[in-house]
Antibody, heavy 119, light 109 residues
Framework: EVQLVESGGGLVKPGGSLRLSCAAS????????MNWVRQAPGKGLEWVSS????????YYADSVKGRFTISRDNAKNSLYLQMNSLRAEDTAVYYC????????????WGQGTLVTVSS | EIVLTQSPGTLSLSPGERATLSCRAS???????LAWYQQKPGQAPRLLIY???SRATGIPDRFSGSGSGTDFTLTISRLEPEDFAVYYC??????????FGGGTKVEIK
């Protein structure tokens, strides 16, 4: 069974930093591109970042470029999101998501971790 | 950057009725790159449709997708109580970014 379990969310002050982790199991992690997608309270889905299977290619939404860094450790079946210079508008549930290149969509999602940026 | 516009914002229907949800792209999208998701309160989204018209594993056949170019449709033939949720379309762009529409809420009338 595919499982994606996020951790690391919490309350942080504006300008602060946070590192999210996603532990993957039930599939060959090193074979899949992975994504972070966020959802602000009461709002829609917003893609944040993606990383290919071997970390060769990395992409970011304009809203986080230069502040967030995605990475992965295939030996540990883990995905990460380092978030710096956090702003109030970064407050959201952050989902770890597996991208399936065959279907060109996200076929598995984690349960999400809440990040709240507030003074 | 392609923008996806979903309409209506809210659809009020009764169980057993047919739901038709629209997703319009600001420029032509490859059908292969268009997906639909369902999200219920407090839950992560779930993949329903990929490639504009292919149902994901385990998705009932009352869900169907269609369309091409800039206009795509998700149809729920007969609404079941568990279908009342928010639905999002998503496209995978040449820039390798994912773009989501703003969502359509299907609520009980």
């Amino acid at each position: 069974e595919v499982q994606l379990v996020e951790s690391g969310g919490g309350l942080v002050k504006p300008g602060g930093s946070l590192r999210l982790s996603c532990a993957a199991s039930g599939f060959t992690f090193s074979s899949y591109s992975m994504n972070w997608v966020r959802q602000a309270p009461g709002k829609g889905l917003e893609w944040v970042s993606s990383i290919t299977s071997s970390s060769t290619y990395i992409y970011y939404a304009d809203s986080v470029k230069g502040r967030f860094t995605i990475s992965r450790d295939n030996a540990k079946n883990s995905l990460y999101l380092q978030m710096n210079s956090l702003r109030a508008e970064d407050t959201a549930v952050y989902y770890c998501a597996r991208f399936n290149l065959v279907i060109r969509g996200i076929d598995y999602w984690g349960q999400g971790t809440l990040v709240t940026v507030s003074s | 950057e392609i923008v996806l516009t979903q309409s209506p914002g809210t659809l009020s229907l009764s169980p057993g009725e047919r739901a038709t949800l629209s997703c319009r792209a600001s420029q032509s999208v490859s059908s292969s790159y268009l997906a639909w998701y369902q999200q219920k309160p407090g839950q992560a989204p779930r993949l329903l449709i990929y490639g504009a018209s292919s149902r994901a594993t385990g998705i009932p056949d009352r869900f169907s997708g269609s369309g091409s170019g800039t206009d795509f449709t998700l149809t729920i033939s007969r609404l079941e109580p568990e279908d009342f949720a928010v639905y999002y379309c998503q496209q995978y762009g040449s820039s390798r970014a994912l773009t989501f529409g703003g969502g359509t809420k299907v609520e009980i009338k």
